[in-house]
């Protein structure tokens, strides 16, 4: 079964730095990948989603994220922090057949 | 237009007694999953209910179940309760099979006592 591995349970950066929040993914077929926003005392927001085409994929509030196969990686990006991006982030693998799996999320944390 | 809403937002149990959860899907939505998400965890796939039917299902004992009505909304009922199956339960939903881009509820926020 298509796992995640999200690679730092708590992120801090400064405001104005590049955000880099790390996704490993495991799939025993093509991958469909996805990253979700959570704030506080609110369900998930998609930011972005892979399914098949261009490896890098862009989402909303400036985020991006590049699918690697070779690396089995979905990290997602942002190259400047804004005190509104502080959130728990989660990244999500499916094979396709609606079961998605999601990592134990990364706490953005971004300081003045 | 309304998103995925979700009844109802707080809800305290005693262990051994039975809940029903409530969703609503956002318009145009005619698939619904279910996700159990504990404190400090990514959520946890529970169900999804398509045509009123059960399509696909979690690693969840059947003390879980849920129901679809015609007008897509759905129901999750735990029975049984135990102090671990407190947790935020999060509703998605989306359009047709397969679907990849769910839109999540606020979520209902069980404690069990």
């Known amino acids: 079964a298509q796992s995640v591995t999200q690679l730092g349970s708590h992120v801090s950066v400064s405001e104005g730095a590049l955000v880099l929040l790390r996704c490993n993914y495991s799939?025993?077929?093509?991958?469909?990948l996805f990253w979700y926003v959570q704030y506080p005392n609110q369900g998930l927001q998609l930011l972005l989603k892979?399914?098949?085409?261009?490896?890098l994929v862009k989402g909303i509030n400036g985020f991006e994220a590049e699918f690697k196969k070779s690396e089995t990686s979905f990290h997602l990006t942002k190259p400047s922090a804004h005190m509104s991006d502080a959130a728990e982030y989660f990244c999500?693998?499916?094979?396709?057949?609606?079961?998605?799996?999601f990592g134990a999320g990364t706490r953005l944390t971004v300081k003045p | 237009d309304a998103g995925v809403t979700q009844s109802p937002t707080h809800l305290i149990k005693t262990r051994g007694q039975q809940v029903t959860l409530r969703c609503s899907p956002k318009?145009?939505?005619?698939?619904v999953s279910w996700y159990q998400q504990a404190l400090g965890q990514g959520p946890q796939f529970i169900f999804q209910?398509?045509?009123?039917?059960?399509?696909q299902r979690g690693n969840f004992p059947d003390r879980f179940s849920g129901h679809q009505f015609p007008n897509y909304s759905s129901e999750l009922n735990v029975n049984a309760l135990l102090l671990g199956d407190s947790a935020l339960y999060l509703c998605?939903?989306?359009?047709?099979?397969?679907?990849?881009?769910?839109?999540f509820g606020p979520g209902t926020r069980l404690t069990v006592t």
């Open positions: 998605a939903s989306s359009f047709g099979q397969p679907n990849y881009e769910q839109y």
């Open positions: 799939s025993s077929v093509p991958p469909y």
């Open positions: 892979y399914t098949t085409g261009a490896t």
């Open positions: 999500a693998v499916s094979e396709g057949n609606n079961d998605m799996r």
């Open positions: 318009s145009g939505h005619d698939t």
């Open positions: 209910y398509y045509e009123e039917e059960e399509r």
